[in-house]
């Protein structure tokens, strides 16, 4: 049971757009900042959106991310076949630990 | 560019010590900007934060990993090391080490990860 909770799935055609939700708690999300990770198959992680909605080296304006209290999104605009990837939320916790999202599997139809 | 790479053995029996390192290129280890973490990632289940060090030693730990794992660094090898003692086969995952911004709490660069298998 992650701390963040992320669907475990979401799916769209290509060209559509798709939002990924984060939920936590006053605990993570509401007071500390919330990264977002892509993970392509078979490969590690990959920074994609920092301090809540700053864009990592390289990553297209395609990517955004926001925060709103206990809860924070990423949305994903004009998907391609190559956007295909398990998307991860991440947080500091009051707790003194970091947590992540169980994940969400992004399936380009 | 900074670039990170895990090594160690990709077998460990149960009830032995899995022992990592994680050798840090292309920027120093001794930044005041950033820790030193490892995660976790089990077959096909999420990430999992096991911890992270600071270059000047402080370091913290995931509280259900805590009594079991050591991380270290060695600032003149630029490297940093995970050692967890009585694995099970519960402890079969990826293993990542990665940067962590401090006060951002941010994970990038990451390493490309090692697969640890925990068996007889």
């Known amino acids: 049971q992650s701390v963040l909770t992320q669907p475990p799935s979401v799916s769209a055609a290509p060209g559509q757009n798709v939002t990924i939700s984060c939920s936590g708690s006053?605990?993570?999300?509401?007071?500390?900042?919330v990264s977002w990770y892509q993970q392509l198959p078979g490969t590690a992680p990959k920074l994609l959106i920092y301090d809540n909605k700053k864009r990592s080296s390289g990553i297209p304006d395609r990517f955004s991310g926001s925060k709103s209290g206990t809860s924070a999104t990423l949305d994903i605009t004009g998907l391609q076949t190559g956007d295909e990837a398990d998307y991860y939320c991440?947080?500091?916790?009051?707790?003194?630990?970091?947590?992540f999202g169980g994940g969400t599997k992004l399936t380009v139809l | 560019q900074l670039q990170l790479q895990e090594s160690g053995p990709g077998l460990v029996k149960p009830s032995e010590t899995l022992s990592l390192t994680c050798t840090v290129s292309?920027?120093?280890?001794?930044?005041?900007?950033?820790?030193w973490g490892w995660i976790r990632q089990p077959p096909g289940k999420g990430l999992e934060w096991i911890g992270h060090?600071?270059?000047?030693?402080?370091?913290y730990y995931s509280p259900s990993l805590k009594s079991r794992v050591t991380i270290a660094v060695d600032t003149s090898k630029n490297q940093f090391s995970l050692k967890l003692i009585s694995v099970t086969a519960a402890d079969t995952a990826v293993y990542y080490c990665a940067r962590l911004r401090r006060g951002y709490n941010w994970f990038g660069p990451w390493g490309q990860g090692t697969l640890v298998t925990v068996s007889s």
């Open positions: 991440g947080a500091w916790d009051s707790s003194l630990s970091a947590v």
């Open positions: 060090i600071y270059y000047a030693g402080a370091t």
């Open positions: 006053s605990s993570n999300i509401e007071n500390h900042y």
């Open positions: 292309g920027g120093s280890i001794s930044s005041s900007d950033y820790f």
